[in-house]
C-alpha cells in the first residue's frame, strides 16, 4: 500500500526484453536502499525490485501490466516517480492507494497560470462514476485533488513543489498518464452495479 506522497524520480537506464516481459533498469537516489522482493510503486504502478545496488535496481514487468500501464510505450530516458511502500505507521499525507493502476488517460491540456499548473486530462466513459469534484485520484503515484470535472474529461491543480520533485514537470499535450481512481469510489460503485444486478 502507497499514499501517493512522491519520494525521489528514477531514470530508465535500459529496457530488456524476456520472453513476454520486459526488465527495467532504473537509477535513482533510493535504489541504494531497496532490497529484493521489496515492493516499490513506479509511477504508480507497484513492482517488486529484482535487484539492486548503489545506484540502479531492476524490475519486471509482465505483458499484463505493460498492456494496462503506460510502461507499455516507456522509453529508456523517461523519468518515473518513486514511492516506496507504507507501514501501520506512517504518516497518510496523500490517499490510500494500492498501486494497482485502472488504465491509463491522455493529457488534452496544460494551463500554466503563473505559478501553478492545471493539467486536464481525457476521462474514458467506464470511469467516469469513479471521478468527482474535490476527490483524490492518482496520476503517475502522485496523490492529487480533482480541481474541475467536465463530461470526458477531468483537470487537476500541480503546485510548484509537485512540479519540480516528480515528473509531472515532463509531462504535455499527448503524453500517456497512469491513473489509479480511488480506492473508496471503486468499492461503492462496485456494490450499487451488485445491488442492480439481483433487482
Known amino acids: 500500500m502507497f499514499s501517493g506522497i512522491i519520494k525521489c524520480v528514477g531514470k530508465i537506464e535500459s529496457i530488456t526484453d524476456k520472453g513476454s516481459t520486459k526488465i527495467f533498469t532504473i537509477s535513482s537516489p533510493v535504489s ?15 513492482l517488486t525490485i529484482i535487484r539492486a545496488n548503489n545506484t540502479t535496481h531492476d524490475v519486471e514487468i509482465v505483458n499484463e501490466t505493460l498492456s494496462k500501464s503506460a510502461f507499455g510505450s516507456a522509453a529508456v530516458g523517461d523519468y518515473i516517480n518513486l514511492e516506496k511502500s507504507i507501514s501501520a505507521y506512517t504518516l497518510l499525507d ?8 485502472d488504465t491509463t488517460v491522455k ?17 474514458p466513459a467506464d470511469y467516469a462514476g469513479l471521478v468527482i469534484p474535490q476527490g483524490s485520484i492518482c496520476i503517475n503515484g502522485i496523490s492529487l485533488t480533482v480541481c474541475d470535472l467536465n463530461e470526458d474529461s477531468f483537470a487537476v491543480a500541480i503546485i510548484p513543489y509537485t512540479y519540480e520533485n516528480t515528473n509531472m514537470k515532463n509531462v504535455t499535450v499527448g503524453s500517456i498518464v497512469n491513473v ?3 480506492l473508496i469510489g471503486k468499492y461503492i460503485v462496485r456494490q450499487f452495479e451488485l445491488r442492480n444486478l439481483m433487482e
Open 180 to 182: 489509479e481512481f480511488d
Open 32 to 46: 541504494d536502499s531497496l532490497k529484493i522482493d521489496q515492493s516499490v510503486a513506479h509511477d504508480g504502478v507497484c
Open 107 to 123: 493529457c488534452v491540456s496544460v494551463d500554466d497560470l503563473k505559478g501553478s499548473w492545471k493539467m486536464y486530462f481525457n476521462l
Open 94 to 101: 496523500g490517499h490510500l492507494v494500492q498501486g494497482h493502476v
